[in-house]
C-alpha cells in the first residue's frame, strides 16, 4: 500500500532545503530515505518532480511525497567476526569501531549482521529482513558486545529482558574534562535534534525518558575514563548524556567534542573514531535461564590513547 502526503510551506519553513523540511514532516523517515525518495522521482513540489534534495521550498508551496520503502533484505558477507560466545540460541559478537549493525538507508552491505548470516547461516525473524537477530545495537563508531538471537523464541525473550532491565551493560568511555563526582547518574530524556535530524539531544522531538549511571575510573589532566551503565536504551544515549553535562565522549565530534587535541604540548587530531567501549554484559540465557557474563576488553588502538595520555602525568 502506498502512502501519499501533501504538506503546506509555512512562512517560517521559507528558505529550507526540502530534505529538511520534508524531514521534520516525517519523524520515522532518515533525510537519507528522505533523499533516496527524491531521487527515484516520488516527490513533488507544486506540480513538478523535484529536482534535488537540497533544492529550497518557499511558503506557501505545496510538497506531495510517495512514501515506498524499497524492499531490502541482508544477504551473508564473508567478512571476519571476533565471536565471544555462541550457542544454539545466541551469538555475541565482539564489534569492532566502523562497522555498522545492520543493512539501512545508504548501507547495503559489509555490516555485522551480513558477516553473521554467512556464519551462522540463519538468524531470527523478528527483527525484521533489514535486521536479522538483532536485539539491541551499537553505534557505527563504537565497538564491544553484541548479543544477536538465532531465533524468534530467543529473540523474544531477549528483549523482554532489556525491557525489563534485566540485562546489565557497562561501556568505558573517555571524555574530555575532570568529572568532578566519583560517580554519579544522569536522568534527562533523550530526542531527535529537530534541526540536525542525525543527532539526539536531551529533549528534542518525541524525547523518552532516559538515564545512565556512571562511575570514575580513571582521571588525567584533561579527561576522565569512565564506566557508563545505560538503564535504558535510548539512540546515542550515553554520548548524548555526557555531552550534556559538558564532557563529550573523545572523538565524538558530532556531539561537540573538538577535532584537535592539545596532548603532551603538542595539537594532535582526535581520535578518528568515538572512545566508547561496550566492555562487559550480563544477562540470564534465555533457555537455560543461566547467568552469562562476558567481556570485551578494550581495543588496542584506545588502549595505545590512554597511554599517550598517561605521558601527561609524568
Known amino acids: 500500500m502506498i502512502d501519499a502526503r501533501e504538506f503546506a510551506v509555512a512562512p517560517e519553513e521559507a528558505g529550507k532545503r526540502l530534505d529538511v523540511f520534508l524531514a521534520a514532516r516525517l519523524d520515522d523517515w ?14 513533488m513540489v507544486g506540480s513538478r518532480p523535484a529536482r534535488k534534495a537540497g533544492e529550497i521550498v518557499a511558503a506557501g508551496g505545496l510538497v506531495s511525497v510517495r512514501l515506498e520503502r524499497q524492499e531490502m533484505r541482508a544477504t551473508p558477507e564473508a567478512l571476519p567476526l571476533s565471536i565471544v560466545y555462541e550457542d544454539e540460541d ?10 555498522v549493525v545492520h543493512v539501512g538507508a545508504g548501507v547495503k552491505s559489509g555490516t555485522l549482521v551480513n558477516a553473521l548470516l554467512h556464519h551462522v547461516g540463519s538468524l531470527s525473524a523478528a527483527g525484521g529482513a533489514l535486521r536479522p537477530g538483532i536485539v539491541h545495537r551499537l553505534d557505527k563508531m563504537t565497538s564491544g558486545l553484541v548479543i544477536v538471537a538465532k531465533n524468534d523464541a530467543t529473540h523474544r525473550a531477549l528483549a523482554a529482558q532489556f525491557k525489563s532491565r534485566e540485562i546489565h551493560k557497562t561501556y568505558l568511555a573517555l571524555v574530555h574534562g575532570r568529572v568532578s563526582k566519583d560517580s554519579g547518574e544522569i536522568a534527562r530524556p533523550v530526542g531527535r535534534d529537530p534541526v540536525r535530524r542525525v543527532r539526539m ?18 582521571r588525567f589532566p584533561h579527561f576522565t575514563l569512565l564506566e557508563a551503565m545505560p538503564l535504558t536504551g535510548r539512540t546515542h544515549q550515553i554520548r548524548v548524556h555526557l555531552a550534556s553535562i559538558g564532557h563529550p565522549v573523545v572523538g565524538d565530534t558530532l556531539y561537540g567534542a573538538p577535532g584537535k587535541l592539545r596532548l603532551n604540548g603538542k595539537e594532535e587530531p582526535t581520535l578518528e573514531r568515538t572512545f566508547l567501549h ?10 537455560s535461564r543461566e547467568s552469562l557474563a562476558l567481556i570485551s576488553p578494550l581495543p588496542s588502538q584506545l588502549e595505545d590513547f590512554l597511554a599517550h595520555l598517561a605521558k601527561e602525568d609524568q
Do not use: E, N
Request: net charge positive; aromatic share 4%; charged share 25%.
Open 90 to 99: 545466541l551469538v555475541v559478537v565482539d564489534k569492532p569501531a566502523g562497522m
Open 278 to 287: 561496550a566492555a562487559a554484559l550480563q544477562f540470564s540465557h534465555p533457555r
Open 30 to 43: 532518515s533525510r537519507s530515505q528522505i533523499q533516496d525518495l527524491i531521487r527515484r522521482g516520488l516527490v
Open 201 to 218: 539531544r536531551a529533549g528534542g522531538l518525541t524525547s523518552r525518558d532516559a538515564l545512565t549511571r556512571y562511575r570514575v575510573v580513571k
